[in-house]
């Protein structure tokens, strides 16, 4: 898949050819829905716990006797219909909410979901490696970015989308802490984008192109034909 490329002055520097095995799969709904599915269980950690009658304090002695007093029966006060009482049925943080995901599946949805970005008119393509040392160069480099035709509105003071910037290796770190502290901007090594990051973002900037493109393809050479 042929694209066209650009520099960090947000000018057109020729075209790349992107490879149809990452940047030109078909829209897979049912799949990209399964696997954000499981993405959002397994961030759920499921912290609500409350106690029951026989976890909170108190409440071992019977509050009066069983018969002669005109009272209803009660053996504890710890009973769920007293006040401060155990709760009944409340929620518990022993359930584990995480799905599997198959290695395969969750590749397939990466790759269906960078084709979306390019069909979309959201992926834009750089030629150089980023090397950035202060924030302030960050946002000179949005600037510029926003001159490309369709990414007029990809960083403004007024609205700020959130950006996705994948990198090869090669970034140094100084470029990746400058980026990250842009609002709504995040940054992932190819090596490691997942399905989720991709969904989430309203553009993906892809720096040093070809590397990026190389990597990518290499994490997902493990999807044939058959795969799911």
């Known amino acids: 898949m042929k694209v066209s490329l ?3 002055k947000g000018s057109a520097s020729g075209t790349i050819e992107l490879r149809d095995s990452v940047f030109g799969m078909p829209w897979n709904s049912d799949l990209v829905h399964q696997v954000l599915t499981a993405y959002h269980a397994n961030e759920r950690h499921g912290n609500a716990h409350t106690k029951n009658r026989s ?10 006797k069983q018969k002669g007093t005109g009272k209803a029966r009660h053996g504890s006060t710890r009973s769920p219909i007293w006040v401060k ?11 584990d909410y995480t799905q599997k995901i ?3 599946m969750r590749l397939k949805a990466l790759g269906t979901l ?17 090397e950035i040392g202060k924030t ?3 946002v000179e480099l949005f600037t510029s970015l926003s001159q490309v035709s369709g990414f007029e509105t990809i960083y403004t003071k007024t609205n700020k989308n959130n950006i996705l910037v994948c990198v090869s290796d090669a970034v140094s770190d100084s470029t990746v802490r400058s980026l990250r502290n842009l609002p709504c901007v995040s940054v992932i090594m190819a090596s490691r984008i997942n399905p989720m990051q991709v969904a989430r ?13 190389t990597l990518l393809g290499s994490r997902l050479a493990s999807i044939t034909k058959k795969s799911v």
């Open 6 to 8: 650009y520099n960090t």
């Open 55 to 64: 976890e909170v304090s108190g409440g071992g002695k019977k509050p009066w």
């Open 85 to 95: 009482g155990g709760v009944a049925h409340g929620p518990r943080n022993e359930k």
């Open 102 to 104: 198959n290695q395969k």
């Open 114 to 130: 960078l084709s979306a970005k390019v069909n979309d008119g959201t992926l834009l393509p750089l030629n150089e490696i980023l």
């Open 136 to 138: 302030k160069e960050g």
């Open 201 to 213: 973002a309203r553009y993906l900037v892809l720096a040093d192109a070809a590397s990026v493109d």
